[in-house]
């Protein structure tokens, strides 16, 4: 399956494994994957090993952007999320992948379901 994000196919610039936190960085900044790879590893984030919510945090930050974290009470699902915010960038995150949500539509590395249950998600806006 090839993904375009940025016009640029995201397998062909893969160079390792778990790394749908770079790639959901780069989905929803627009920066090259060069750039969220390099944030994650400045934040911690070992190379073929996933990131965890702190490090895509401080990685978006580092990028210039805002992220506000959320932690919803109940269950939420992909869909409700997207259904309930249309509009926005956001990083969706389970217990163990990130995918980004761009107003509305789902940039993600492998296929994946709008019942996935999501723990949290940053919504993410330019700093000012």
Same mark, same amino acid.
């Given at each position: 399956?090839?993904?375009?994000?940025?016009?640029?196919?995201?397998?062909?610039?893969?160079?390792?494994?778990?790394?749908?936190?770079?790639?959901?960085?780069? #989905?929803?900044?627009?920066?090259?994957?060069?750039?969220?790879?390099? @944030?994650?590893?400045?934040?911690? *984030?070992? =190379? !073929? &090993?996933?990131?965890?919510?702190?490090?895509?945090?401080?990685?978006?930050?580092?990028?210039?952007?805002? #992220?506000?974290?959320?932690?919803?009470?109940?269950?939420?699902?992909l @869909?409700?999320?997207?259904?309930? *915010?249309? =509009? !926005? &960038?956001?990083?969706?995150?389970?217990?163990?992948?990130?995918?980004?949500?761009?107003d509305?539509?789902?940039?993600?590395?492998?296929?994946?379901?709008?019942?996935?249950?999501?723990?949290?998600?940053?919504?993410?806006?330019?700093a000012?």
């Amino acid at each position: 399956m090839k993904i375009l994000i940025n016009e640029v196919k995201v397998r062909s610039v893969r160079g390792e494994e778990n790394d749908c936190s770079v790639i959901a960085i780069m #989905a929803v900044t627009g920066c090259t994957y060069k750039q969220a790879w390099e @944030a994650l590893h400045e934040v911690g *984030r070992t =190379k !073929g &090993r996933g990131a965890t919510p702190l490090q895509i945090g401080l990685a978006l930050k580092s990028l210039g952007w805002a #992220a506000m974290g959320f932690v919803p009470m109940n269950k939420v699902t992909l @869909a409700k999320l997207i259904k309930t *915010r249309p =509009k !926005g &960038r956001f990083i969706a995150y389970t217990m163990n992948h990130a995918v980004a949500v761009k107003d509305g539509a789902v940039y993600n590395t492998y296929p994946i379901h709008g019942k996935t249950l999501i723990v949290g998600f940053f919504d993410i806006k330019e700093a000012v």
